[in-house]
């Protein structure tokens, strides 16, 4: 019976949003939930209206009317799954190389390589994210040759053309395992890192002509500047506890630094050192095992021995299900699993949502208020349970296409299918 209500909801819900596209007109949601993500918590039996593609109203008023009304018994609304590292875009296909637009080999620029250049909103696997709930993202160009894999930017999945939201949102840098450059080795990486700090320090007067540099070309020495003051963060991949408290003994040297660390898989050891330093880190869950030597203490329970130090902490899906880039929709089980592994469901929650929004200075993008444009998703049920679906999606208060590549060649080649005989084949 309770699968049969979810199917229920589902269809109703979709018959609804499908016909509406910027809801000029009113929209009321009246949910089982809504997850606000404010001091206003979790409102039992809410009801939501949209109006002009704005929230006017949240509250408990089952005899609110509009336009259009969606109504089910299982339905959850929440804020939009926000993922803070990804790849998404950048990637059709990882071993071909023509599709894959990840890294560069022997690059001469550095921090001035943007991701929002090679960012496809059309690709396949941005629709596949949408409608598992995902609509914001950060996508990160990987480094190779260099520590530096560029700047990296913040999208909706939307899949417009305009979808970006800050084409230079951060920088990022891989400090896991060095890089071709710097022999592989983490200390030829990090003083590789000082000279480029440096070099970005002092940029307007080292700079004579564009190779100048400590380590940086002019250009990408001019690129780094804006980290300096904290205006955007810096991402740097960690996962080695060691490395993790040099980072933090970098940022005695550079203390305006706004610093994130990706991967973080020995961070509960280092916890409150990271804590004290205002480092925040973003850690899939699902990372237990030693898959290589810099994750050698990993364990379940990671995210929630970071967050009872006090350490701003997001959650990812990395390596565990390959999910930077087409595996994002699974984000919400990482953050389930972390509920098993002891955080509070509201802890988990707000790590793929609020907490990434905020550490890239979005809090907005988190929440669910009055007055704000409607960024959201509707659920058939509990989004952190794995039985649950999305029934719909709206981003910049326009309801989004349910639509991919997967959901058609699913209905194109479905066995039950009745009628006509599937393309491509002959009578």
């Known amino acids: 019976m309770k699968n049969l209500l979810k199917t229920l909801a589902v ?123 995902v609509i914001f993202a950060a996508v990160v160009p990987d480094s190779r040759s260099d520590i530096f894999g560029g700047q990296g930017m913040i999208v909706t999945t939307s899949g417009s053309f305009d979808s970006a939201l800050n084409k230079n949102a951060f920088v990022y840098i891989d400090y896991s395992g060095g890089s071709n450059k710097t022999g592989g080795s983490k200390g030829a990486a990090m003083a590789f890192l000082r000279d480029a700090l440096s070099d970005a320090t002092l940029a307007p007067t080292r700079f004579k002509s564009p190779r100048d540099g400590d380590a940086l070309a002019r250009a990408d020495a001019k690129a780094l500047r804006s980290v300096l003051n904290g205006s955007r963060p810096l991402l740097i991949a960690a996962d080695q506890a060691v490395d993790m408290l040099n980072i933090i003994d970098l940022k005695k040297a550079y203390p305006r630094l706004n610093i994130l ?90 790590a793929i949502t609020l907490t990434p929004a905020t550490m890239y200075g979005y809090p907005g993008l988190g929440q669910l208020q009055a007055g704000q444009a409607a960024n959201l998703v509707i659920w058939n049920g509990d989004p952190l349970e794995v039985t649950s679906e999305v029934v719909a999606v709206i981003i910049g208060g326009k309801s989004q296409s349910m639509e991919s590549r997967q959901t058609k060649l699913r209905d194109r080649y479905n066995p039950a299918k009745q009628g006509d005989k599937m393309y491509g084949y002959r009578p």
């Open 11 to 133: 269809s109703t819900a979709l018959v609804l949003v499908s016909t509406t596209n910027a809801f000029a007109q009113s929209l009321v949601v009246k949910s089982k939930n809504i997850v606000t993500n404010t001091s206003a918590g979790q409102v039992k039996g809410g009801v939501l209206v949209i109006e002009n593609g704005r929230i006017t109203s949240i509250n408990q008023d089952r005899t609110v009317s509009g336009d259009k009304v969606i109504e089910g018994k299982t339905l959850w609304v929440t804020p939009g799954i926000f993922a803070p590292y990804t790849t998404l875009g950048l990637v059709e296909v990882n071993g071909e190389h023509g599709s894959n637009n990840i890294n560069a080999a022997n690059k001469e620029a550095t921090v001035r390589i943007r991701a929002a250049d090679s960012f496809n909103p059309k690709a396949t696997s941005v629709a596949e994210t949408r409608i598992g709930g």
């Open 261 to 350: 660390i990706v991967g973080a898989a020995e961070g509960w050891m280092v916890a409150g050192q990271l804590a004290k330093a205002d480092i925040g880190v973003m850690v899939d869950p699902l990372e237990n095992l030693p898959n290589n030597f810099d994750r050698m203490a990993a364990r379940l329970d990671n995210v929630k021995l970071l967050m009872d130090a006090g350490v701003k902490t997001a959650i990812i899906s990395r390596s565990a299900t390959g999910g930077t880039s087409h595996n994002l929709r699974l984000t919400p089980q990482h953050a389930g699993n972390a509920v098993a592994a002891g955080l509070s469901w509201e802890q988990a929650f707000k």
